[in-house]
């Protein structure tokens, strides 16, 4: 396994880093830079090698048989964090959300090979979901290196990257559209008179073997659905009584919205 560096250690670098430690990728091949000195503490603890200069992590990796690097800083930091820099022909792994590859292209020398990825906050546990776009210089051997690193995170699907934005208004925001789903489930669970502590318990492993059920049978959500709706029965009342306050319709104008802010803060740049 070659060298990784890492320009950023935040929560979603972190993340990355413990995935390929489960993988057993050699945490002395990992080398991160970050300017806090609390984060790198962190890190260092996790055994990687840390740098609070990007260019001296750069340096460092060159001496080394390197793979690539990967930009994990927030949107606002991307400029100042790639100012100046020389990859040697390394490619660049970006999961900043919302920045598009023509502005890292442009921000980094002619013929930098940059692919972009969209990760989702399951990625925290290893169960998360990666969308990963592929930049004009890029081509199967930096798909191939992107998608095993990545896959330290969970599940990866190649796409284009015109469709990024729609990614991150399901995927990217998903998740809390499902969280607060649970938390609407918790609360009708106390209301109708459940302990919460166990509506919790109760709701938690509903949402997880629902999603086990769609994932692991390949049947339509509806099929499933009407495997538990009898007629007259109590799953179809419940049902109405979503569908009355337009449910569905509601969670797909969720999605279409985050699509949409996608696009406009993608714009700013």
Request: charged residues 15%; proline residues 5%; hydrophobic residues 50%.
């Amino acid at each position: 396994m070659g060298t990784l560096g890492l320009i950023g250690g935040g929560l979603m670098g972190t993340a990355l880093i413990k995935g390929l430690l489960k993988q057993g990728y050699p945490a002395t091949a990992i080398y991160v830079a970050d300017p806090d000195p609390s984060r790198r503490q962190l890190l260092a603890e996790l055994g990687v090698e840390t740098f609070a200069e990007t260019k001296k992590m750069l340096v460092a990796l060159s001496q080394r048989e390197a793979d690539g690097v990967i930009l994990a800083v927030k949107p606002q930091m991307v400029p100042e964090a790639l100012s100046g820099l020389n990859l040697a022909g390394l490619p660049l792994l970006s999961i900043v959300a919302g920045y598009k590859v023509a502005a890292l292209e442009a921000l980094l020398p002619a013929g930098t090979k940059v692919l972009r990825a969209m990760p989702n906050t399951p990625a925290l546990i290893g169960a998360g979901v990666t969308a990963l776009a592929l930049g004009t210089q890029s081509g199967t051997a930096e798909q191939a290196w992107a998608e095993k690193v990545l896959r330290s995170l969970g599940q990866v699907v190649l796409v284009p990257e015109n469709l990024m934005d729609a990614v991150t208004g399901l995927s990217g925001s998903g998740p809390g559209y499902v969280y607060l789903f649970i938390e609407a489930l918790i609360d009708g669970g106390v209301l109708a008179g459940l302990p919460r502590a166990l509506a919790r318990e109760l709701a938690v492993a509903t949402v997880l073997g629902s999603a086990r059920m769609v994932a692991e049978t390949k049947e339509h959500p509806a099929v499933l659905r009407d495997m538990v709706t009898s007629p007259g029965g109590t799953t179809i009342a419940g049902l109405y009584a979503l569908e009355e306050e337009g449910f569905s319709g509601q969670v797909m104008k969720a999605v279409l919205a985050a699509t949409d802010r996608s696009r406009a803060l993608g714009g700013d740049q």
